[in-house]
Structure formats: structure tokens, C-alpha cells
């Protein structure tokens, strides 16, 4: 008889080399597109294992991820690390062909050219030694624009935050340069700067958007982030930036 996976507190569970987590409408998707990076020789990202009742299964990525990762994304090797990681992915989704009916988290949105990421921030990969090796909760993922996911990965590894955000939750020791920092990731994608900074507020706005998309539709943790108070300090972040450009541009 097969075991059956159980979530420790209805969170996501590591248990012998698996990752646990709760089934969504667009998990389907999801596993398909991983399986389709695996086959492309892709083993930075986590291969699908299956589906147990409400329970997902996906392999577990060995290395610092989380609130460990963020030692790592400050220097200039660990952030062109991750801008090379997301454009291996990008070309590799190109031609991913997803099953009829597929289901994402966000509808397909103009001018996709890749299925994004999603969520390319730095507690999102995994890392070793100081370099991304590994890109993990792919729950964000859907069709979009290749830059949308640059944008993001800009946003939040400059990152595009007041001094003391910087400070505190991303963990840096001293006021990053951040316009540095997004010349030296574009540089790595592969990608131009010409009106990146009105491309990354886009993003923030969009972030919004999606946040409040899984929240109407009742879906967790997005509903009780939404009760938290989480869209006002997501509009804020646009408002930063639109007033620091000089910092970033």
C-alpha cells in the first residue's frame, strides 16, 4: 500500500528528499512545464514525483533557499549567477508545449514569449557557495513577456526597496548601489536598460494585480495576506520607486 503524504500543519513539508505541498488548479500545469526543463537537461529545477490525493510531490533542491539565501545574492558573482539561471530557464520554456486545457495561476498576458518564473526572488533560489545553482515555487508561473520575470528579478536582488528594507529583510550590510546592481544583472540576462525602471514598476503594479487575483478567488496564503494588510505595502513599493529613480537609473 502507498504511503500517503501528509503536510506537517497544512505548510509545506520536506520529508526524505521530497518537497510536499498542497495541490492547486495549476499544478498540472506546473509539473508539466518542470518536466519539460528536466528533459532539456535542466536539473536546476525540482523534477515533479506526482500527485496524492491534495498533496504534490516535487524532488528537493540541496542548498541554502529561504531567509538562508540572502547572504549569498549580495555580491555581484551570487546576482549575475541568478540572471544567468533565469535566461538558461527562459530559452529552455520556449519550447514547451503545455497540454490542452492547461490551467496557470494568472492568464497568459500579450506579448509572451516565455513561460515565466513568476517570483524570481532571491529566497527562491537555491544557492551554493555563493551562486544560484537551483529555481524553486513555481506556483507563480504562466505565459508572459521574458522581461516581466527580468523585471522582477531586478526588483528584488537591486533591490528596488528603501535603505532600511534593504537592511532588514533583504539583509545587506551597507546601502546597495542598486543602479550597479541592475546594469551588472542586465548584463548577465542578456537584456537591455532602455526604460527598464518604468518596466520594473509595471511589474510592482502587476504584482498587485496578482496578489488580488488568488485573493477574490479565496485561494491561501494570498486571501489571508490580502486581510494582513499585504497590498498596501505591494502599492508602496511602486511609489518608491517612482520616486527614487535616481537611485536606480
Known amino acids: ?3 500517503r503524504w501528509r503536510l506537517v500543519g497544512g505548510a509545506v513539508t520536506v520529508t526524505d528528499g521530497l518537497v510536499l505541498r498542497p495541490v492547486r488548479p495549476w499544478t498540472g ?3 508539466a512545464l518542470l518536466t519539460h526543463l528536466r528533459e532539456q537537461g535542466l536539473e536546476c529545477v525540482p523534477e515533479p514525483v506526482g500527485v496524492r490525493d491534495d498533496v504534490e510531490a516535487v524532488t528537493y533542491l540541496e542548498g541554502d533557499c529561504g531567509g538562508d ?3 549569498h545574492q549580495w555580491s555581484t558573482e551570487g546576482l549575475e549567477s541568478a540572471a544567468r539561471l533565469l535566461r538558461r530557464v527562459h530559452d529552455a520554456t520556449r519550447t514547451f508545449e503545455p497540454p490542452a486545457r492547461v490551467e496557470w495561476a494568472f492568464p497568459p498576458v500579450p506579448g ?3 513561460v515565466c518564473h513568476g517570483d524570481p526572488a532571491p529566497w527562491n533560489f537555491v544557492w551554493r557557495d555563493g551562486e544560484a545553482v537551483g529555481l524553486i515555487d513555481w506556483d507563480h508561473a504562466s505565459p508572459g513577456p521574458a522581461m516581466d ?3 522582477y528579478l531586478a526588483d528584488t536582488f537591486a533591490p528596488f526597496r528603501p ?5 532588514d529583510d533583504h539583509g545587506f550590510p551597507a546601502p546597495p548601489d542598486r543602479a550597479a546592481r541592475v546594469r551588472e544583472l542586465l548584463a548577465a540576462y542578456g537584456a537591455s536598460g532602455v526604460g527598464f525602471v518604468d518596466r520594473v514598476v509595471e511589474r510592482q503594479q502587476k504584482t498587485v494585480e496578482r496578489v488580488l487575483w488568488l485573493a477574490d478567488q479565496g485561494i491561501e496564503p494570498w486571501a489571508s495576506w490580502v486581510r494582513q494588510g499585504l497590498l498596501e505595502d505591494l502599492r508602496a513599493r511602486a511609489t518608491w520607486t517612482r520616486e ?3 537611485l536606480v537609473e
Open 1 to 3: 500500500m502507498r504511503t
Open 29 to 31: 500545469a506546473v509539473h
Open 69 to 71: 539565501a540572502m547572504p
Open 112 to 114: 509572451a514569449d516565455v
Open 149 to 151: 520575470d527580468v523585471a
Open 163 to 167: 535603505d532600511e528594507v534593504a537592511a
Open 244 to 246: 527614487h529613480r535616481h
